[in-house]
């Protein structure tokens, strides 16, 4: 169970990792697997801690996928929007999952179950178009099969 974020308990975390070599990544998983997500209030602490700019923490959080930095749902579904999928129709599929979920990519279902999100080429193109729901790969994805997975797959 994710945490309410907690300023003094991720200045902890960040002072935890500090001296470590290739520290902020480890603080930055830390971070999220206690809150869920990567705060930006927090992105100047991680400056300091890591002698580098804000901008820099920013450019880390934001290039890999797998950092938040809003609260999510309880499940993230990820479909590729990257050419080889495209290709096999993840637009279409998108935009099916858009309405069958009633959100856009970055939001949350009202009910906080779904978060949904684009990823940019999951190593998985023989099989496109793909989709990742809770960090496990799907190929071959269907709007109907991701709202089987969606079902069956609950948390
Ligand atoms: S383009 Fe979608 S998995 Fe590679």
């Given at each position: 169970m994710q945490k309410i974020w907690d300023p003094q308990r991720a200045g902890q975390i960040i002072e935890d990792y500090?001296?470590?070599?290739?520290?902020l990544i480890e603080a930055l998983h830390a971070l999220q697997a206690e809150f869920g997500y990567i705060d930006e209030a927090v992105y100047a602490s991680l400056a300091r801690g890591f002698n580098i700019s804000r901008a820099e923490v920013y450019g880390v959080v934001s290039f890999y996928?797998?950092?938040?930095?809003h609260p999510t749902g309880k499940r993230v579904l990820k479909i590729c929007q990257a050419e080889a999928c495209q290709a096999r129709g993840s637009r279409q599929l998108t935009k099916e999952i858009r309405e069958l979920l009633g959100i856009d990519f970055g939001e949350t279902t009202r009910d906080g179950e779904v978060t949904l999100e684009p990823v940019y080429c999951?190593?998985?193109?023989?099989?496109?178009?793909n989709a990742m729901l809770d960090n496990r790969v799907y190929g071959r994805v269907t709007s109907e099969r991701l709202k089987t997975l969606l079902k069956e797959t609950q948390l």
């Open positions: 500090a001296e470590v070599k290739g520290g996928h797998d950092f938040h930095n999951l190593g998985n193109c023989a099989v496109s178009p």
